[in-house]
Every structure is written in C-alpha cells, then in structure tokens.
C-alpha cells in the first residue's frame, strides 16, 4: 500500500507518501504559474498549508490562498473566492484540505470564468451550455487531507443556499480535477475526532451508493472495495493513529467510495445535508448518528446486498441483523454519539427538516421511498437515540 503509485482512473491521481513534494512538477506538467489556494477557515493555519505555499515558492510560482470556507461552505463564500480568483488573475484552484475546501474550491470553478450563477449549476437542473474554449473552467487540483468525503475525483459540491436555509448539489459535466495527490502524510496529524468523523462519512457513502437500486458494476466494484479497505483499516488508524499504512489504506477506501456515490446515496445524507444547513454541524459526525436509524429502514428485504456487503467487510454474520450490530459496534469504537440531540440538535425541528431533505438529492435514490411522516419520524429517532 505503500508503494508511490500514478493513477488514471476517473481521473489522473498520484497516490504515495510524500507525493506533495511533487506539487511543482505538477503545476508545470499542468502548465499552471498563478494557482489561487483554496482551503477551509480551521485550515488557514496547519502545517499542511505552510508545506504547500513552501513547495509551489521554492518553485518559482506565484499564489494566493483563500481561506474563508465554512464546514458547510456558503453561497457567499464561494462568490468571494470568485471575485478574489478574477481579481489575482488566477490560472488554476488548488483545492486542499477536508471536504469542505474540496467543495468550496469546485464551486469557485464552476462560475469564476463566466457569468452565470451559482445556483444555475444545480444538480437537478439541465447544466448551463458553456463554451470552454472560450470561457473555460480554471485548472483543478485536490489535495485531501481527511480520508472521508472522497470529494477529490469529481466536480460534484455540497453548497448552503443563505437564503433558503438549504443545502444543494452543483456540478457540471465538464469540469473535472486535472490532477487528485493522495498523500497519506497528510492525514496523520488529523485530530481523532475528525479522523472517526470522516472515517465514518467514507463508510456511510459506501453503504449508501450501494444500496442504491439499479445496475451500475463499476459504482457497486467501487464501493465494495471502499467497504473492504475502511473496515479493515478505520479501527487501526483510530488506534494507532501514526500508522502510515493505515492511513493510506483509508485515504484510498474514501477516494474509492466517493467515485461510488456517483450512483446515489440515500436518506442518510439527505438528512445530515439539511440538518448540516441549519445547524452547521460536522458533516460525517452527523451521518455516523443517522446511520444505524436509516438502516433499520431501509435493509428489510435487501438480503442478497447485505450479505455482498459484510462478504467484503469479511463479517461472520452476513444477515442484516448481523450487519446493522457490527456497524452500530464500529460507531461505538469510534466513540460516535448515539443521538443526533448529544450534538444540539433539538426535537422540534423534525418535520421542517423531513421537509427539506424529501426533495434533497439524496433522497430520489434512497432504496425505499420515504412519506414525509416516515421521514419526519426516523429523523425523530435520529435525534432521540434508537432503543430496542
């Protein structure tokens, strides 16, 4: 696993221990020479962001950093990275940091060389026709540095809406990264809550893209190996956190499940988007609570998935009792609340948020159709804490 690897698929990705160093060869091969960093507010001031303006200067390239992204990054943010991208002449995002900076650093690709609008890019909606010979997308690089929201591969990004209060997937087809850089190095100083916070989005994405209907080999091959490597290697990196084998072995499983999820997810993150909108809660600590109560729900009849699922986390009992305890045991490992009300999330905002997540994305590829009220009340578990 250690063993420094180039990768072309979905899109060119250096993978390996140090690959980082390489980041001025790569801004050259990409003929890039004024790249704007794009990073999230609590990473401003992390080693990694040093190292990075340090390896691009002893370069010879010229940068900026914009650093004003939220956990749940706004739509207000993203238009002041637009105008700080246009302003500094920019030729490529570097997008670098949790998902958050990925998303923030997508989105700021999306509209910084042409006029439309943010929310035009709306998942839901036919994607605005762009000539990219002449108004083409900036150059792209992702550089994560949790090993959870598997964001670097695609243009796909989580975005609140200030005026409704919600979040929304924007894409467009043609933009993609130029260049992912996988470095396990880059994870080990991650705190340990966050190192179970993403741990558990990875898996949660994993799951989710799975379960959901239709054929699509290449998403399920994708999300049974990402089951396969978090599984293995999420409970050791919680325990032994300078395990750099470990760490790669998760940053590889989330990279591998965030590909997946281009088949869907579920009402996991249909929820976990809208309470993250309201509430600004962390976004993998809030699926890892979800999870379990949307589960119960949805696994009753989905044996033959269920069993190919605790196949490839090598369970002993692959009925979907068995599967549900072992991940309920994997969450209390990882010292996940049992409730969504331990992170302040308060009961009576149940039936708004069900409202809301009922036309999230996330939902129209949910195995089982949920009713508002069926929503309404697995939300209301979620807050409560489920008991037998």
Known sequence: MLESQDWTFPIPIAFGPGRLEEIGKFCVELKVKKPLIVTDSGSANLPFLSELKEKLSNSGLTFEVYSKISPNPLDTEIGSG??????????????????SAMDGGKAICLTANNEFDLWDFEYEKKPPEIDTKLYPFPKLITIPTTAGTGAETESTAMITHTNKGMKFCIFHPKLKPDLAILDP????????????????????????????????????????EALSLISKWLPVVYEDPQNLNARSGMLVGSCLAGVSFL?????????SHMIGAEYNTQHGLTNAIILPTVLRFNLPGMEEKVSRMSQSMNLTDNSISGFIGNTETLLNRLEIPKSLSEIGIPINCSKRIAEKALIDSAAATNP?????????????????????
């Not at 500094?88 to 998902?99: K, L």
């Not at 880059?186 to 558990?200: E, I, K, M, S």
């Open 368 to 388: 089982r159709k949920a009713s508002a009220l069926e929503l309404e009340n697995l939300i209301k578990q979620s807050i409560a804490g489920f008991s037998d």
């Open 82 to 99: 637009c105008e700080k991208y246009r302003e500094g002449t920019h030729d490529c995002v570097i997008a670098i940091g949790g998902g």
């Open 263 to 271: 088949k869907g997810l579920g009402l996991v993150h249909a929820i």
């Open 185 to 224: 190095v880059l994870t080990l100083n991650l705190p340990l809550n966050l190192t179970a916070w993403t741990g558990a989005d990875a898996l949660t994405h994993a799951i989710e893209a799975f379960l959901v209907p239709g054929f699509h080999p290449t998403c399920d091959a994708m999300a049974l």
